[in-house]
Every structure is written in C-alpha cells, then in structure tokens.
C-alpha cells in the first residue's frame, strides 16, 4: 500500500507558502507507536529535496497527536545535521531510496 491509501500523508496535511518559500508536511503514522515513523518522514523529506527547487525550505512533522514520540520525531526530522547524518549511512540510504522506488523489499532489508 502506498502512504497515499493508507492516509499517512493527505493533501490537506500539505502546506505551501509562496511568501516565505516553505513547504510544510504533516503525516500521520498508522498506529501511535509506529516504529516507522522517522523513516517515512525521512522518506518524505528526501522525495520532496529531489523533487522541489532548492530554494524552498521543506518542514516535515507527525501530525499533532498522532504519535507517542511526537516531539522526538519532529526534532530529528527537522534537524539538518541529523538528517544529514542518516543519508550519509549507506543502508539506511538503500532503504530510502527503496521506498522511493516502491520497492518493498527495501524497506525489509
């Protein structure tokens, strides 16, 4: 199932500003204590990087209330140095990019 059928991520949770070139994404995990969570938020934020012009900034966040680890979430989800960090790690990157792809497997490996 993609993100889209399983109403993690809905184009109402999805907002752009023109005036201060942001782009703000609010998912919703499936169950309160996904353990997935980080991963589908970097998986967000790495298609939406490819995808925009670089001078949009590009906020992700769990949806309030939708998560036990809400706040901690949020925090390495938007924290440069951190998400920078993860895509330096190569597996973790193959799982990224396996996502992206729509290959489930790449997301069991």
Same mark, same amino acid.
Request: aromatic share 2%.
């Given at each position: ?6 109403? !993690?991520?809905?184009?109402? %949770? ?7 070139? !942001? ?35 590009? +906020? ?18 938007? +924290?440069?140095?951190? !998400? ?5 790690? +190569? ?11 729509? +290959?489930?497997?790449? %997301?069991?490996?």
């Amino acid at each position: 199932h993609s993100l889209e059928e399983l109403k !993690v991520v809905r184009p109402e %949770a999805v907002e752009v500003s023109a005036e201060t070139g !942001v782009v703000c994404i609010r998912f919703t995990p499936t169950v309160p204590h996904c353990s997935l969570a980080t991963l589908i938020g970097l998986c967000i934020r790495v298609k939406l990087l490819r995808a925009l012009p670089e001078h949009l900034k590009v +906020d992700i966040y769990v949806a309030p209330g939708s998560h036990a680890s809400e706040h901690a979430v949020n925090k390495q989800l938007n +924290d440069k140095e951190r !998400v920078a960090a993860a895509l330096e790690n +190569d597996k973790l990157l193959n799982v990224v990019n396996g996502c992206l792809a729509g +290959d489930a497997a790449g %997301a069991g490996s």
